[in-house]
């Protein structure tokens, strides 16, 4: 919570002529009121939280829910691409490291619920806690039992992957991700009979996932406040599932970025070898930021399979690594408030953003004959925007401030000779 | 001052490197001996900082071997040769530009904090504590260096003479046994190189650590050492006391060449 936040405190300070003074008499108030170091953290979320009272139904859904047409399946969809763009985060924004194959992370948690929550290894009949109503055929792990391994199956995935390309550098190594994010949709769509098992369901997916719960008895023991089961009428509950996931990721991402695993990070992003020179071991801590990522990706991925109810091998394409790349960018790579900012904004844009500006375009402007299908251009507009970006704002809408000083350098401050590296 | 009973911290034998058909380092001998100020010279091109890089582990030797505080150190990668106690500078400043003079020097205690994941994640009372400590010491070290209350200022908004004191700030944070200077007084004026001479020798004196240093300024380099090596060509060329070297036949003719080199 740096300056970024300096408007919302009228009364912090008179008003001045330059921002960066702004900042400043802010940030004093904050030094001198310890409380606002919880207070301001606690309203954002509560204000998250109570999304569904006052921007699905009540005094602000006129803007949210019909203006801008953030229902609920947009704001699943947003909280899903928010995580995944903070998991990304730490392997891009912190560490350096382009990864165009995020995506791979996503799919494998997804598929990790396929295994672990649904029936589609039908043979088998093992139960654990599940939540289900009747005892299905399959594997029924419990939900948040399988987020979990869902977590631990990326890691292990993204340690797995990491170890051979980390190697590389760059260029070299964004094009070896993207291979990966490549690869593994594929092995999915052809893993329908891998030495003749069923592994994958192929190219027809896996439907008929375990949903979320918490069972009867702490269904009852909480007086009906938790679900037994969560449904796809009932939506609220899967948004606050995601949130809470959600504000565990901005956490670790935020502790971590603090820790001396985050300045390692960093220190191999500036100068790999000054890095390893000063006693940071480069493929540890590459694999580190590759894992966390993987993790968030896992989670983000299981959650997302059961909500849609359905995984399917088209539904995990590179266009997903690029959106989520985007978001990064766009947000300000590095900080986790313009990340969770640009992921807002893109993955709007991306599920109904565009066909609402559609929709007030054709309807605003006479004569545009009502026909402008704007989400056609998607992919146009995102090229765009982030071409835009680059030539205007290359730190992002709100860069960490280590980034801004970074596109602030001017050609001079190069070094100019180099040892062999 | 440097004792002849005194062991080695550090001895290369028969070292070579060769980069295709060049011989950058050919069959070098050298050896350092505890608590000394031994200098490393010759002249641009003669294989001292490719020498540097084999001794701190960037590059692996063709041939031949490293042995530090008794234990062989050729192949190891540069951050197991630090976590055993060897820091080096950079010849051309490397420095995290875009962390605070305070990281950079926290980046160089990797080896000597114990961190862990999942205690940074919950900030373990154990952990805050060994943050607490990293932080007062890099402090200190700043202070020592010539830094003090530039904590906070970003690496690259430091002057030419500041970054180089922070790159030696940054080395000693990893608690060296033995530090590497490639060229620390480059660039620097007669007075701040006069204040950095007088900083080696306080090291030396006050905080037990043996330097090699690469230097072109003969001043330095005859004011402070115990010894002197010249490197010509990748190879040894000549090595003994400081008075020696200035009288030596061949060094002579190496930095000032002869009608046929020139």
Not at chain 1, 94 to 122: C, E, Q, R
Not at chain 1, 239 to 247: A, D, G, K, S
Not at chain 2, 22 to 38: E, K, T, W, Y
Request: net charge neutral.
């Amino acid at each position: 919570m740096s300056g970024e936040a300096g408007q919302q405190a009228p009364k912090a300070s008179r008003p001045r002529a330059t921002t960066s003074s702004w900042r400043a008499s802010w940030r004093r108030y904050r030094r001198e009121h310890r409380w606002l170091r919880w207070a301001i953290p606690l309203a954002i979320i509560v204000l998250a939280f109570s999304y569904p009272w006052w921007g699905l139904e009540g005094p602000l859904s006129f803007i949210f829910n019909d203006g801008l047409g953030i229902d609920n399946d947009t704001l699943f969809n947003m909280s899903v691409y928010v995580m995944l763009a903070l998991g990304l985060n730490v392997v891009v924004g912190y560490a350096g490291l382009l990864d165009l194959g995020y995506v791979a992370f996503f799919a494998l948690g997804a598929y990790t619920l396929g295994w672990f929550g649904s029936g589609l290894f039908s043979t088998r009949d093992i139960h654990f806690l599940d939540t289900n109503a009747t005892r299905l055929p399959g594997i029924h792990l419990s939900f948040w039992a399988v987020v979990i391994l869902a977590g631990a199956v990326c890691a292990f995935a993204g340690v797995l992957i990491g170890w051979p390309t980390l190697r590389l550098r760059g260029d070299y190594l964004a094009i070896v991700t993207l291979g990966f994010g490549e690869i593994i949709p594929d092995v999915f769509r052809n893993g329908d009979s891998i030495a003749g098992h069923n592994l994958t369901g192929g190219v027809r997916g896996v439907t008929q996932l375990d949903r979320p719960g918490f069972g009867d008895t702490l269904h009852n023991a909480t007086g009906g406040i938790l679900p037994v089961r969560y449904n796809s009428l009932e939506l609220r509950p899967w948004f606050w599932t995601i949130l809470v996931m959600m504000l565990i990721t901005i956490f670790v991402n935020l502790r971590l970025r603090d820790s001396k695993l985050g300045r390692a990070w960093i220190a191999v992003r500036e100068d790999e070898i000054a890095a390893s020179a000063m006693g940071v071991p480069l493929m540890r801590t590459k694999l580190w930021a590759y894992a966390i990522g993987a993790i968030f990706g896992g989670f983000a991925g299981a959650v997302y399979g059961s909500f849609i109810n359905g995984i399917f091998p088209t539904g995990f394409s590179f266009q997903i690594s690029v959106i989520v790349l985007v978001m990064v960018i766009v947000g300000g790579m590095g900080n986790i408030w313009g990340v969770i900012a640009g992921a807002m904004l893109v993955s709007w844009l991306n599920f109904r953003g565009l066909d609402k500006i559609g929709e007030w375009i054709n309807g605003g402007i006479p004569g545009s004959g009502n026909d402008i299908a704007i989400a056609k251009y998607k992919f146009g507009i995102f090229g765009g925007l982030l071409v835009i970006m680059m030539l205007f704002r290359p730190e992002g809408l709100i860069p960490s401030s280590r980034r801004k000083a970074e596109f602030a350098e001017g050609e001079g401050t190069a070094t100019l000779y180099d040892v062999r590296t | 001052m440097a004792d002849p009973g005194a062991k080695n911290i550090l001895e290369a034998v028969q070292v070579r490197k060769e980069f295709g058909g060049l011989i950058a380092v050919n069959d070098v001998d050298f050896v350092i001996p505890q608590g000394s100020i031994v200098s490393l010279i010759g002249p641009n091109g003669a294989g001292k900082t490719t020498f540097f890089n084999i001794l701190t582990g960037v590059y692996k030797p063709t041939a031949g071997g490293v042995i530090f505080d008794g234990a062989p150190i050729s192949g190891l990668p540069p951050h197991k040769v630090t976590a055993l106690g060897m820091a080096r500078t950079f010849q051309n400043i490397r420095l995290f530009h875009n962390m605070t003079a305070l990281e950079n020097v926290l980046v160089a205690m990797h080896s000597r904090i114990k961190g862990g994941v999942w205690r940074s994640i919950f900030r373990t009372p154990a952990l805050k504590r060994e943050e607490q400590g990293a932080r007062e010491r890099a402090r200190e070290l700043l202070a020592f260096s010539g830094l003090p209350g530039r904590e906070d200022a970003y690496a690259k908004n430091l002057s030419y003479g500041d970054q180089r004191r922070l790159e030696v700030a940054r080395a000693l944070a990893s608690e060296p046994q033995l530090l590497l200077l490639d060229e620390p007084s480059a660039g620097m004026n007669p007075e701040e190189t006069a204040n950095f001479t007088e900083f080696v020798s306080t090291l030396r004196a006050e905080h037990d650590i043996t330097v090699l240093l690469i230097e072109h300024d003969m001043r330095v380099v005859m004011g402070i050492s115990d010894r002197v090596t010249v490197l010509d060509y990748g190879e040894k060329i000549a090595e003994g006391l400081p008075k020696e070297i200035q009288h030596d036949e061949r060094v002579i003719e190496a930095y000032l060449g002869t009608a046929a080199t020139a």
